[in-house]
């Protein structure tokens, strides 16, 4: 495909649409194409022709929260075009809407057969990722139902049920089968001289399991006003310094961006909530550690992100033990999933719980959203799941059998389950791989973190003072011994990780940073840390690259092994802060903000890892989301950690 792609995000809805607004149909890559809901491809094609032919781009697509283009039919220059066509497209919940607007540039009146062929071919989004395995899907049926004012598609697998319907106004005057199962709504529209014609077409998604009401917005306008009364509410009420209008340029379109990110959820008592998904387009869904980590740095701004995403973690908690989704009691999920591979288990995400972090974080956010609040009535409703988190970290996290969270690669599933997840990204200096059960460092900060956090609620809330001994007596036990185990003296650094035998995973890599904003290390042994981390080899200018440069491991395209995330130099930035190195704290948010200023005041997923001195401007990293929850709330945590200055 040559056609870029152009993302639109609405909650749990999103659209990939090319530069002349065409949805292809494509399948495989890194790249989505079509218009998902709750992991399934609900549009797979979108076409438009005049008078049978694709119309040349004169405005392509540009970024924003709607798509507008500009088209012309094909010819010379000594032939001007005979008429010009504007199209804008949107997405709300579950439901994209265009309006087509075409003028007759012509003296006399003029007549122009415009066609728009759809197609919906339900395909489950694990099937489009670039993963290489094929899955069966005995007793599909896919069926095409003309109606009146358009058509809808369905799909039946056994009980899973979906369907999408494609109305227009005005009616097409015919709806034409194709031989591809993709239908044509066909208009004859008589355009007088000079004159315009517009139509508008709405594409309602009902998938499985889908019991609201839903309806489609009149009009691409209309979500517009719709997005910009959500972002005024995120961004409403907030002050951001103005010694670094940067910074408080990035925090503003963070904000707007996370506005665009949240998906509904249900509580404890299945009331409804929304909570920041991870990222568009594939991971538009409820991801435990990064909806933690987004409502942590959000905190001190936005509080009603963890008061929102604490309830809807806790009612995925896992109450039993399950192999293929790596579920244990007490542990906080990892991902969840509403697609119909995820539903008949071809793929183990509906509930999964592949993180040895999540549940740290989950205890980490309660205990700082409480201090942050004061809100000790959700302190109290959690306790039975802030307790069963704490009671899976030390038993089957491993705390007490082996002195530390670890965990074991799942062959289904997720081989790292620390943030670095990619299979490649806990290694040595020299790239090769642990043997056994991981012991991740950066997962022992939170693990810290969160038994001296669980202990003050304990203390204060819950009023269990023989329980908040024995939680800090477990965590100046960790620090003891993490201090010991991890430190590498000759280097003067932690180890990445311990293999299953209880050797360091020597790699130099910016998870130590993290320790930092956990505070595990002692001052001295921090602030060795904190410098280092600014070295050349790991400060590329733009931030702290996820593996120092110089080691054999090191590539600056790698997911996890050289490049730089924005999520991961926030926690950095915000741990050399508590350690008293603000110098240090300012370098990397002026790098990160420069990037955000560089790319509109957006910070991707992930940048390249290549330095500031060589490429001027930053690297995008080829596959990264476009909008990422943890990078739009980093510019907030930035904004703690060094105050606007």
Request: hydrophobic residues 40%.
């Amino acid at each position: 495909m040559t056609d870029r792609h152009h993302l639109l995000v609405h909650g749990g809805t999103f659209a990939a649409v090319g530069d002349r607004g065409d949805i292809s149909g494509y399948r495989g890559g890194s790249a989505p194409d079509g218009m998902f809901v709750r992991d399934a491809r609900h549009l797979s094609r979108w076409q438009l022709t005049v008078d049978g032919a694709v119309p040349d781009t004169l405005t392509p697509v540009a970024d924003g929260d709607t798509a507008r283009c500009v088209l012309v039919p094909r010819g010379g220059r000594n032939e001007p075009p005979a008429y010009t066509l504007f199209r804008e497209q949107a997405v709300g919940d579950a439901s994209f809407v265009e309006s087509v607007r075409i003028t007759s540039n012509r003296p006399a009146p003029t007549t122009v057969r415009l066609a728009v062929t759809a197609d919906a071919d339900f395909t489950d989004q694990f099937e489009l990722r670039s993963d290489h395995r094929t899955y069966t899907k005995a007793g599909a049926v896919r069926s095409r139902q003309v109606l009146g004012h358009g058509v809808e598609f369905t799909y039946r697998r056994g009980e899973w049920r979906s369907c999408t319907t494609v109305t227009a106004e005005p009616q097409p005057d015919a709806v034409e089968e194709t031989g591809t199962g993709a239908r044509r709504l066909v208009w004859t529209l008589e355009l007088a001289p000079h004159g315009t014609a517009e139509l508008v077409l709405r594409v309602m998604a009902r998938p499985h399991g889908e019991q609201r009401a839903l309806r489609v917005p009149r009009s691409p306008a209309a979500v517009r006003e719709q997005l910009l009364a959500r972002e005024g509410e995120f961004v409403e009420g907030l002050a951001f310094p103005t010694g670094w209008p940067e910074l408080a340029a990035a925090c503003s379109r963070g904000l707007a961006d996370l506005a665009a990110l949240q998906v509904p959820a249900k509580g404890p008592d299945g009331e409804e909530l929304r909570v920041p998904a991870a990222g568009a387009p594939w991971f538009l869904t409820l991801l435990g550690r990064d909806a933690l980590l987004t409502s942590l740095f959000a905190l001190p701004y936005r509080p009603r992100l963890a008061a929102a995403t604490l309830p809807a973690l806790a009612a995925t908690q896992a109450t039993d033990t399950g192999a293929s989704e790596v579920a244990q009691p007490g542990k906080i999920v990892h991902e969840v999933r509403h697609g119909e591979l995820a539903h008949f288990g071809q793929v183990p995400y509906g509930r999964y719980y592949g993180s040895v972090d999540a549940t740290p974080l989950f205890l980490v956010l309660l205990g700082a959203y409480v201090e942050q609040t004061g809100d000790t009535v959700l302190a109290r409703r959690l306790e039975p799941h802030a307790r069963a988190a704490v009671g899976w970290m030390l038993d089957h996290g491993g705390l007490t059998s082996r002195g530390y969270l670890v965990y074991r690669a799942d062959q289904g599933g997720l081989a790292n389950q620390n943030w670095k997840d990619s299979p490649g990204a806990i290694c040595s200096a020299e790239g090769t791989r642990p043997h056994g059960p991981v012991t991740a460092a950066g997962a022992q900060g939170y693990a810290y973190d969160a038994l001296r956090r669980t202990a003050w609620l304990a203390r204060t809330v819950w009023q269990d003072g023989t329980y908040a001994d024995l939680l800090e007596q477990a965590a100046g036990d960790l620090r003891d011994r993490f201090q010991r185990d991890f430190w590498m003296e000759e280097r003067s650094f932690p180890a990445l990780a311990l293999d299953g035998r209880g050797d360091q995973v020597d790699a130099l890599a910016s998870d130590a940073g993290h320790l930092l904003w956990s505070g595990l290390l002692d001052k001295e042994y921090g602030e060795q840390v904190g410098r280092r981390l600014l070295e050349p080899d790991f400060f590329s200018g733009w931030g702290v690259r996820t593996l120092a440069a110089g080691q054999p491991a090191f590539h600056p395209l790698s997911y996890h092994r050289g490049s730089v995330w924005p999520h991961d130099n926030a926690l950095i930035a915000l741990g050399l802060a508590r350690y008293g190195l603000h110098d240090e704290a300012r370098a990397v948010a002026r790098g990160l903000v420069d990037a955000a200023t560089a790319t509109g005041n957006r910070l991707p997923e992930v940048l390249a890892g290549y330095g500031r001195d060589t490429h001027p401007e930053p690297v995008p990293y080829p596959h990264a989301c476009v909008r990422e929850s943890r990078s739009a709330s980093a510019p907030l945590a930035l904004l703690t950690a060094v105050g606007g200055v």
